[in-house]
């Protein structure tokens, strides 16, 4: 039983990562709180639900069409707001994201209805592996391995691409960049539509077994942010290895104290490290 309780917490810590992602590099690029990231999750969540009931595209095909989508958005919300806030006090910048949750919130009830929705069929639907005793959900562990390879897509991108060194030296100083030729503007906007997109390929994972309705994003965006503050502000596999810690704290919180206490258990651990390492467990 133990041993089923820390797959199932490593599989979903892994999906946490790819979730954390995206809030690290808005988090260490822009230095801003994106409290909109959850309701990215969310936004393509509802967009593989659609394809699939409209066009009978399975999540996995419609992935990239997700993925685009979000990717487009996070563009545009930095042209349209977060660009007017920028540069003005940390807490301008925080609300304007508050905003733009409450926004896409109460767009999605309005348009979707509060109900909540199933992708009930798809490629993987009931398929499972079983290794002795642990048994293995297909749309939990393809959702695992997919995350796991886009957070190394992602390392790669920033740490071995000339964008992503740009992405870099933009994070560590915006002004000797731009003396170096970066056009950080381009890098900001850039950068949050990458989030963008690590969420949207997270929420069509996840759109294979979690149900889909307004609010399906926030507690992901909130523990985005303990697995940001955990792993390291703006550090990529921070966000790896801090989304593995609160996945599997998550599991053995519910599996020992109850399903009522597992968030309790991933908070006070939060808390405790950040008494120690107030930059997390690898931050610089």
Known sequence: ????????????????????????????????????????????????????????????????????????????????????????????????????????????????????????????????????SVVLGMPQLVAAIGSIIMVFVIYHFITKTKIGKAIQATAQDKSTARLMGINTEKIYALTLAIAGAAAGIAGSFMSTFYPVYPESGMMYGLLGFVIVALGGFGNIMGALYGGIIIGLAEAFGAYFLGTQFKYAVVFLIYLVVIQFKPRGLFGW
């Not at 109460?106 to 979707?112: D, S, V």
């Open 1 to 132: 039983m133990i041993e089923q309780v820390a797959v199932s917490g490593l599989l979903m810590g892994l999906i946490y990562a790819l979730v954390a992602v995206g809030l690290s590099l808005t988090w260490g690029v822009l230095d801003i709180i994106n409290f909109a990231h959850g309701e990215y999750l969310m936004l393509s969540m509802y967009t593989a639900f659609w394809l699939y009931t409209l066009f009978n595209m399975d999540p996995y095909v419609s992935l990239p069409l997700a993925a685009l989508l979000i990717f487009v958005i996070g563009y545009l919300n930095y042209k349209i707001v977060i660009k007017k806030v920028i540069d003005a006090p940390g807490l301008t910048a925080l609300l304007a994201t508050f905003g733009l949750s409450l926004l896409f919130r109460n767009l999605a009830q309005f348009f979707w209805t509060p109900n909540i929705r199933f992708i009930s069929n798809t490629i993987v639907t009931d398929k499972k592996i079983e290794l002795g």
